[in-house]
């Protein structure tokens, strides 16, 4: 494994956008619903979608609907479920989903199963299940283990660990594929794509950026596939600060470099 390098640099040119959400553009809290973007910085996302004439998506675990109300007043393209759900720019949705006994049979299995794991929480997606254990840690082995007892019983579901968290999903499905599909259609394919993300969910984001000659960051520590690194949160927000002012200082110079200052001086 590569080392990874503390700071990315400024980066600028044709530049597509995508970001985990919690522990990238969100703090994490101790429940989901207690996380939040701050207005500054949803104000900043916007600015740089408009800035890179809309190629800019949010890819996360949650859903489509939670991106949205997280996300408000503003409207991105998204990929929630971890690309089992994804909205183009053009509002178009595709959506993967599971056989409808399945879904039936895995939420009341697991429900029951969570029962003997006091602290424990089950998120159900429609087309995938999170098991949360951030106020159980004592449970860690054990949700693991019913996860992967899942997996042996409905061999179309995949495991994917997370920050205190094990998620099952559609077999196949993960943000790396679904940065792949965004990269194929307007306004994202012949752009450099740059990801940010910060847990094992996005290391196949990060292969298939890497793959594509991109930009990956990873936030906090841990091994990555990521060629950079943020701190944490509050860096990453320091960063898309400097990244915007960057961008718009090389547009600016372009403008001036083209006559166009001499221009609007003289009307």
Same mark, same amino acid.
């Given at each position: 494994m590569a080392e990874v390098s503390s700071v990315p640099p400024l980066f600028s040119g044709n530049l597509a956008f995508f970001f985990d959400l919690d522990g990238t553009l969100?703090? $994490? /809290?101790?429940? @989901?619903?207690?996380?939040y973007i701050p207005a500054a910085v949803r104000t900043l996302l916007q600015k740089?979608?408009?800035?890179?004439?809309?190629?800019?998506?949010l890819i996360s675990g949650r859903s489509m609907a939670e991106l949205d109300r997280l996300a408000t007043p503003f409207h991105f393209p998204l990929a929630g479920v971890h690309g089992a759900e994804r909205r183009d720019?053009? &509002?178009n949705t595709h959506i993967v989903t599971l056989p409808e006994q399945?879904?039936?049979? +895995? *939420? *009341?299995?697991?429900?029951?199963?969570?029962?003997?794991?006091? !602290?424990?929480?089950?998120?159900? %997606?429609?087309?995938?299940? =999170? +098991?949360?254990y951030r106020q159980a840690p004592y449970a860690q082995q054990a949700i693991f283990a019913l996860a992967q007892q899942m997996t042996q019983r409905y061999p179309e579901l995949a495991l994917q660990p997370g920050k205190c968290v094990v998620e099952l %999903? @559609? +077999?196949?499905?993960? %943000?790396?594929?679904? $940065?792949?599909?965004?990269?194929?259609?307007? @306004?994202?394919? #012949?752009?450099?794509?740059?990801? $940010?993300? &910060? &847990?094992?969910? &996005?290391?196949? #984001?990060? *292969? *298939?950026?890497?793959?594509? #000659?991109?930009?990956?960051? %990873?936030v906090g520590v841990g091994e990555?596939? =990521? /060629?950079?690194?943020?701190?944490?949160?509050?860096?990453?927000?320091?960063? +898309? !600060?400097?990244l915007t002012q960057h961008i718009e200082q090389q547009k600016s110079d372009i403008l001036r470099g083209e006559g166009y200052e001499?221009?609007? #001086?003289?009307l």
């Open positions: 969100a703090e $994490i /809290k101790p429940h @989901p619903d207690q996380v740089m979608s408009v800035m890179s004439g809309g190629a800019l998506a720019i053009n &509002d399945v879904v039936a049979a +895995l *939420q *009341q299995q697991l429900s029951t199963a969570l029962l003997a794991f006091p !602290g424990t929480e089950l998120e159900a %997606k429609g087309m995938a299940f =999170a +098991l949360h %999903k @559609p +077999l196949g499905i993960n %943000k790396g594929s679904a $940065i792949r599909s965004f990269m194929q259609e307007a @306004p994202f394919a #012949g752009r450099t794509p740059v990801f $940010i993300g &910060d &847990d094992l969910t &996005d290391e196949a #984001g990060f *292969q *298939q950026v890497n793959a594509l #000659g991109g930009v990956t960051i %990873k990555t596939m =990521a /060629k950079y690194r943020l701190a944490n949160v509050r860096m990453v927000y320091h960063w +898309l !600060g400097r001499s221009l609007s #001086g003289s």
